[in-house]
């Protein structure tokens, strides 16, 4: 057959395949008119076609065979109640193969796996019928469930499951190319189902991609759970020496180091496993190459071979990529480290003690980290934990106290001071009463947490959680105990980002308070200021200052009020007064409670260090540069005799002296200080912490004045994200990420979009600000330039002629944006022809310029 | 023939894909090479038969070469369709080696356990195939090609689309055709 032949069969094929059987003949017949051969050739390719059916539909399967003519003898075979009618295929346990039941009443499929190993004692065929029925009863929907059991004539073990039509985990991951969050809350499915089973005292031991197959309607499902351990009795018993209990058909890249040593296997082993699954989930990449398969290669990597972190990992396999796959790494890098890598870690740690004490607490961190509150898994965690004192934005550190210390401080002061009491008083029998009850709840909550279980970050979030609940029942004839314990919980919480959970225990340590010593108590201020700072940190300024003024008026009013407590508050009175931009107010405040710690403490104090900073931001804000440079030289200088220099607080002074250098018109090193700051803030607190949107907001705000539009839009946007989750709608970092943004959006001109922003930022203002504040007065004035470029030059107008005057005062007629919205009054009445406006502004901006 | 490392291997994938010269030419020993290792291991397993998809062979040779890394289904489909070719090469090796063990039968000393079997197709439906393939070739290349990659190394439409170049509806009519055409020919036989 020539190719023109063919390519004429080929044409006519074709096109009568498209048509439905019984037109073809007719068409045929109609085409090929003249050529009656052509026709035969085509009709007889669609009678092959008829007959072709399963012709090569299947891809080849090969079978290899160590006896000739081998059928498997269990196909077609009754196990049971179950007819073997195919095999699915042959894992390190024995063959699996496919079936349905022999009643025709269920016609449910089902997956038969019969075990290569006999039972050889009566001992173990009881073991293996106990654990068969444990296994039977795991009733969860993401768990295949384990329908029956038994032994074949020949004395093999089997057992029937629910068969899985799934993919693995990591093949569904990448077919649907899931985001990192999408992976997380499937992996978090897979958690629960190993938590349930934990919960029944079943322990996996071979988790792995192959068993955790995902359904076409995307639920996980696990495979083969706790069968492990019914095969390794088999191989104890088999002579396979105890040793090698459980290793040598287990994936070694999954197995756990006590589970390659031999050692004890328990939940904690599924948490590795787990630990593992994730990494390769998140890097694409096993955390060990394991190429060597010896059995003392593989034990020493993995009991021995430090894990490179998840976002290093990816970085290293990005060398082989091409240019836009490096960039997208680097992103996936940049999420993953801090939380993530910290969490991964946590629960592949090589001490099964120092892993995640259970499923669910893996499970519920990474949930955390989802949300943007802080993990448990911290490479340093009072550290950590410590930062979230730092009070936000310009705005330094509130008074504070130590995190751990403090919690354990307090209750111990407690106990103290039920002791002077009991000293003095008569009834010396019930105060003894008193510090039992308080010894009691301490000792009940340092051990339900077993401090070799679980490292001592855990253990504090651990205790908090559960002194939350006990607190009430442990202390109801005790008041002023648990007004105490109440306002550490709540002050803790509150610092851990727990706002919802806090605001009770804070309440009713006041109300407790109040009760017990008095409304005008310093115990009573105290828990007042705690709940100030509780407002202060959620966005509720009003509130916040009410209190913080209440508490302390009655400090002042009481003599043994603790000097730090009363300095405390009047500083943080003094940072929210700088928000609201009374800075004389602020000042004063600030070199109070100056005063006041130097006095006491002296100059090396922490306190001091931070109302120096404190200080500088107000002196800045009140446009006293030199001043303000001094400031956070002298607090850095402190911070530097107390802490490393890689403390948080360090970043914060950062951000702060890049200010100085705005206002120094040094706008390159501005940037350089917040982005070295921001880089700090990522280290520290994680990507989802409101500290660090506020670095993007602060890095976008700048570059925007820089010109730089594209990154600042970028950077403006990653704040915006970041306070979605860290921060409430209303918070005035939101109201500011609005306002850039919506610059950004008049540069483009997208003017109903910036209208929208700035209208939202405004409205966010109004709650925060009192009137007229400078940040409200500006976004008036860009509404008014919006208004301007939408043509509406009557409401644009007033709007310019009201900003020019007030940015006029606040900022100065040379400064830029004074000059701005001149040149936007000076286009206005060019546009509605206004001749005597026109020339009187058009003056003013001469003289302005010059 | 020395080693590469799961990179240049990465990287030759890339370039057969981007169409580089030659860059086929210098994968296809090294695919070919792992699927011998790979099928010659099953024939040592000493203690079950097994029966595997031809598929699953080479998504080890794959995991080999390559590594379990995050790579688009793209970069698979094409390493699998360049995978196929070896795939018939071996699978057919092996059908005319078992044939002519069976005809020296008695004569020769070689373990049975060197010889592995093609599931429920005789050595001569293979065969038969593989020359009917290789006329199709010469008339519609791309028909056979898809044949190929379907059967040889069980892709599935789309992925064959994707290694041809071509839309799956394409690929799909080609398929119907070949599927029709073969089998004319190998009944004539």
Not at chain 1, 95 to 123: P, W
Not at chain 1, 504 to 515: D, Q, R
């Amino acid at each position: 057959m020539n190719q023109d032949r063919l390519n004429k069969v080929r044409e006519l094929f074709d096109e009568a395949s498209n048509l439905a059987v019984d037109k073809r003949e007719s068409f045929l017949n109609q085409k090929c008119k003249d050529d009656p051969e052509l026709k035969n050739e085509i009709f007889s390719l669609f009678n092959s076609l008829g007959n072709t059916k399963d012709f090569l539909e299947e891809p080849l399967t090969i079978v290899e065979q160590n006896k000739r003519d081998f059928v498997d003898p269990y196909i077609g075979k009754q196990i049971g109640n179950y007819i073997i009618d195919g095999e699915a295929g042959v894992g390190g346990m024995g063959i699996v193969y496919t079936g349905k039941r022999n009643d025709k009443e269920f016609d449910q499929k089902v997956a038969i796996k019969i075990l290569k190993h006999g039972i050889t004692s009566e001992y173990l065929l009881k073991r293996f019928q106990i654990e068969r029925q444990t296994l039977a009863n795991l009733q969860h929907q993401n768990i295949a469930r384990l329908l029956d059991g038994g032994r074949t004539v020949d004395g093999l073990p089997y057992l029937v499951m629910e068969f899985i039509d799934g993919i693995p985990i990591t093949e569904c991951c990448n077919q649907k190319k899931l985001s990192i969050e999408e992976k997380l809350k499937l992996f978090r499915e897979v958690c629960n189902a190993v938590q349930y089973a934990h919960q029944n005292l079943i322990i996996h031991r071979d988790l792995k991609p192959g068993n955790i197959l995902v359904t076409k309607d995307g639920i996980p499902k696990l495979l083969d759970f706790g069968i492990a351990k019914l095969i390794d009795e088999e191989l104890v018993d088999g002579n396979e020496g105890l040793t090698r209990t459980g290793v040598w058909h287990l994936t070694p890249e999954y197995a756990s180091p006590e589970q390659i040593k031999g050692e004890k296997i328990t939940t904690a082993s599924d948490v590795y496993s787990l630990g593992v699954l994730l990494y390769q989930l998140l890097t694409g990449n096993q955390p060990y190459k394991i190429t060597n398969s010896s059995p003392a290669a593989i034990s020493k990597i993995i009991t021995e071979e430090k894990i490179i972190k998840p976002s290093e990992r990816i970085i290293q396999s990005s060398e082989i990529s091409a240019s836009d796959k490096i960039i997208n790494q680097e992103k996936l890098s940049a999420h993953l480290k801090g939380d993530l890598d910290n969490i991964i870690l946590k629960a592949m740690h090589k001490d099964p003690l120092r892993r995640y004490v259970s499923v669910e607490q893996f499970s519920e961190d990474i949930r955390r980290h989802l949300i943007g509150l802080p993990v448990i898994a911290q490479k340093d965690t009072a550290g950590y934990r410590l930062n979230k004192f730092i009070k936000r934005h310009k705005v330094g550190f509130v008074s504070s106290v130590g995190f751990i210390v403090f919690l354990i401080a307090s209750l111990i002061a407690i106990i103290w001071q039920a002791n002077i009491a009991a000293k003095e008083r008569d009834n010396a029998k019930l105060e003894t009463q008193k510090v039992e009850t308080v010894n009691n709840f301490l000792q009940e909550m340092l051990s339900s947490v077993d401090p070799t279980e679980v490292g001592k970050d855990v253990k504090v979030y651990d205790i908090l959680k559960k002194a939350s609940i006990d607190v009430g029942d442990n202390f109801s004839s005790h008041p002023e105990i648990e007004a105490s314990v109440r306002k550490t919980i709540g002050v803790t919480l509150t610092n851990l980002g727990e706002f919802d959970e806090a605001k009770p225990h804070l309440i009713k340590s006041l109300e407790l308070n109040n009760n017990v010593y008095g409304k005008e108590s310093y115990q009573s201020a105290e828990s007042m200021h705690e709940l100030a700072l509780y407002y202060h940190w959620i966005g509720d300024l009003n509130l916040a200052d009410s209190l913080y003024t209440k508490s302390i008026k009655i400090f002042r009013n009481n003599s043994d009020s603790p000097p730090r407590s009363l300095a405390g508050a009047i500083n943080d009175l003094g940072i929210l007064k700088e928000e609201q931009a009374k800075y004389q107010e602020s000042l004063k405040l600030l070199k109070e409670a100056l005063n006041i710690y130097q006095k006491n403490f002296g100059e090396t104090d922490r306190d001091v260090a931070s109302t120096l900073n404190n200080l500088a931001l107000t002196l800045e804000s009140l446009n006293d540069i030199d001043g303000a440079e001094k400031y956070y030289k002298k607090s850095l200088e402190v911070y530097l005799k107390l802490y490393s220099p890689d403390r948080p607080e360090i970043s914060t002074i950062y951000n702060n002296l890049a200010y100085i250098y705005i206002d120094k018109d040094s706008l390159s090193k501005a940037e350089e200080y917040f982005k070295k700051s921001l880089e700090l803030k990522i280290n520290s607190f994680g990507k989802n912490h409101s500290l660090v949107g506020l670095g993007f907001m602060n890095l976008g705000a700048l570059e925007y004045t820089m010109n730089k539009f594209e990154s600042s839009e970028s950077n403006l946007l990653m704040a915006a994200e970041n306070f979605k989750i860290s921060l409430n709608e209303n918070h005035v970092w939101v109201g500011l990420t609005d306002f850039w943004y919506g610059k950004i959006l008049i540069e483009k001109s997208k003017f109903t979009d910036a209208e929208k922003y700035i209208k939202n930022a405004l409205s966010i203002y109004k709650k925060n600000y009192p009137k007229d504040h400078p940040n409200e007065i500006s976004a008036n004035a860009e509404l008014g330039i919006i208004y301007y470029h939408q043509k509406k030059y009557i409401e644009a107008e007033n709007l310019l002629v009201t900003g020019y005057e007030r940015i006029k005062q606040i900022k100065g007629e040379k400064d830029f944006n004074t000059i701005r919205i001149l040149e936007y009054l000076v286009k206005l009445f060019n546009q509605t022809k206004n001749p005597q406006k026109l020339s009187f502004y058009k003056n003013l901006l001469n003289q302005s310029k010059n | 023939m020395h080693d590469l490392s799961a990179q240049q291997i990465t990287l030759l994938l890339e370039d057969c894909i981007n169409g580089k010269k030659g860059a086929v030419d210098e994968l296809l020993p090294h695919v070919y090479n792992e699927l011998r290792k790979i099928s010659s291991k099953y024939l040592r397993d000493e203690y079950r038969n097994h029966t595997l998809q031809t598929t699953e062979l080479v998504h080890e040779a794959y995991i080999k070469l390559i590594g379990d890394q995050n790579i688009s289904w793209q970069n698979r489909a094409h390493f699998f369709g360049i995978a196929a070719q070896s795939m018939r090469q071996i699978l057919v090796e092996h059908a005319r080696r078992r044939k002519s063990l069976k005809r020296g039968e008695g004569q020769s000393n070689v373990s049975l356990e060197e010889v592995f079997e093609v599931s429920e197709k005789t050595d001569d439906q293979i065969i038969a195939l593989d020359e009917a393939l290789k006329k199709l070739e010469t008339l519609e290349e791309r028909s056979s090609k898809i044949v190929e990659l379907r059967y040889f190394s069980g892709l599935t439409i789309e992925e064959t689309a994707e290694v041809l170049n071509i839309s799956p509806a394409t690929a799909k009519r080609d398929w119907n055709f070949a599927k029709a055409w073969l089998y004319r020919e190998i009944a004539a036989q």
